[in-house]
């Protein structure tokens, strides 16, 4: 304990405050236990050894009383607990120290589930990793139905549920459901439960509005202790039901990231065993899981990505003071396309204002907006949205052929063709009607925002705000300073992604800005392999170490082969040593045809013709150390062109535009530790320690 302490030095304290409730209808007395470390909702409650050692003292005070009925737990307002405190993991050295951390949260938590009394479990708020994990442990749960995050998410940073986690969930829900909670859920972005369907997956017995939910939970507290209620809960089925679902989960995670992740593949182990093995047998393979995992270089790599999108994100680098921004009333949207009416909808629903299409012709334009009214329409049936919001919604979002509606538009983005010279026409005709003020934004994915601003009368008011597809899901905002942006404008950029609830990351303005122009660096060495003669299927392969959302070439499909094309002209077009040209590309281009897979994701033979010819064909593993090679090479120059600020901002990008994965923490980290940032360029991208263990 004492070498815990030192790691943990910097640890915010979760202290654990005992009181007497008198609860009603005679049922006795509870002691509830407060966890709160002195801080607001801003700085959630977590746990190291001293907030551990707390809790642990806490249940001392309580256990034996022959005057208490039963044992709670809440947290402080809005905060349940958010799991182990993440500052102090990174700077474990040793597996026994490891071990330590994972037996002693087990020691803790494990004591409520063993106490003489009922325990009782409060989620008043975000409860996530250990915070969920503590009322896993006690016999009845509630949950507040306003709490908006609930999770188990450690296999997205690297680690598994290991303080009971991964034993007792199942063997409360269900292999199946657990495993969404466990597994599915971390490997969609991190999704997060709301109260309301942990309550419905069986995690909680009882769910109560935010208002009174303290109260409401005392008095149902005290009518399971009388035996006016009986909690009933469906019998777990522990045989085929739930290794089919092993079965199925393993199938998944093997099929998105190849064995790169670990952690995931530990968690379906203890879950697999979890339906045979004694609660001590469960928990000792828990804490094995962690001692392996937390000293690995895939937690250290999590735990780097974890920090970046947690904090980076929230305070871009570059960005100017944000009492510069201007404020934005009403919007203006320049095309009425599929990428157009998303974006309508964003603005519509994140900024509650006014935002106006604009198209050539009548049936373009009631196509885009009726787009996007549909997906309002989706969003109610859903239930996300009230009927009173979805009409104020639709109202919102207008369409009009003529660029005067944008007079009194306080920014107006375009996302018409992908084309130099459409752009310019298009802003040179929109600064026509709108005021000096007004920014005009470029959703272009590659072009030059400099070269598009020339010749207007106020270049100073163009700026790249480059979004990825689906609007909806992907979280960065490339947004691209041009050569004459001013500062006004770019804090007015920052203040609306922001508002968007988007990540912003301020680049230079490069050919292809940062994620374009990394991916069309990996597939232009990709597909010149297959160019030269690799099997389409082995060039795919070669990828699958990284553990990527999805391979090359499915990627290329997903874009579509026109747009990679196009891209990659521009990036020959400056770049032409580093960005070869491939005549194989332009012919499935020429085709039609979108993407190399036939519906049935088999290879479709007219594209293996059209790729056929090489006579230098490439095993897997050339082709992965040539593709490594080519990316280390571009991050360095990118960085040295300055591009972004740092490493970091690449890594952020790739996290968020991408759907890099976590585990590799980006793309500088892995190209460090696999020795090919040295090799290539000399040195490592970022310092030992900073996404790797220490030394």
Known sequence: MSSLGEVFADEV???????????????GTLALITLDNGHDHTKPNTFGPGGLGELDAAIDTVAGRDDVAAVAVTGKPFIFAVGADLKGVPLVRTRDDALAIARLGHDVFRRLGELDVP???????????????IGLHCTYRTISSGVPAFALPETFLGLVPGWGGTYLLPNLIGAENALKVIIDNPLAQNRMLRGPRAHELGIADAIFEPADFLEESLAWTARVLTGEITVQRPEVDTGKAWDDAVAMARWNVDGRLHGAAPSYVRALDLIAAAKDRTRDEGFAAEDEALADLIISDELRAGLYAFDLTQKRAKKPAGAPDKALAR?????????????ASQLALLFARRLEVPVVLTDLDRERLDKGVGHAHAEIDKLLGKGRLSPDKANRLKALITGSLGKDAFAEADFVIEAVFEE??????????IEEHVSAECVLATNTSSLSVTEMAAGLAHPERVVGFHFFNPVAVLPLLEIVRGGQTDEATLATTFATGKA?????????????FVVNRV???????IVQAV????????AERAAQPLGLPMPPFVL?????PAIALHVNETLHGAFPDRFPLSGNLAKLVASGKPGVYLPDFSLDPEVVEIFGGGTNPSTEEQVLDRALSALADEVRIMLDEGVVAAPEDIDLCMLLGAGWPFHLGGITPYLDRTGVAERVTGRRFLAPGAASPPA
């Open 500 to 512: 968007l609830k988007k990540s912003c990351v301020l680049v230079k303005d490069a050919p292809a």
């Open 556 to 560: 290329m499909g997903l874009v579509g």
């Open 420 to 429: 130099m010279a459409v752009k310019r026409k298009v802003f040179a005709e």
């Open 327 to 339: 404020p934005v009333a009403k919007v203006g949207v320049v095309g009425a396309g599929l990428m």
């Open 519 to 525: 991916l069309l660096r990996l597939l232009a060495e």
């Open 119 to 133: 325990s009782f479990a409060y989620y008043n708020g975000a409860a996530m990793g250990g915070g969920v994990e």
């Open 13 to 27: 304290v979760t202290h654990a405050h005992v009181r007497d409730v008198t609860l009603p209808y005679g049922a």
């Open 531 to 538: 160019d030269e003669g690799t099997p389409i299927e082995t």
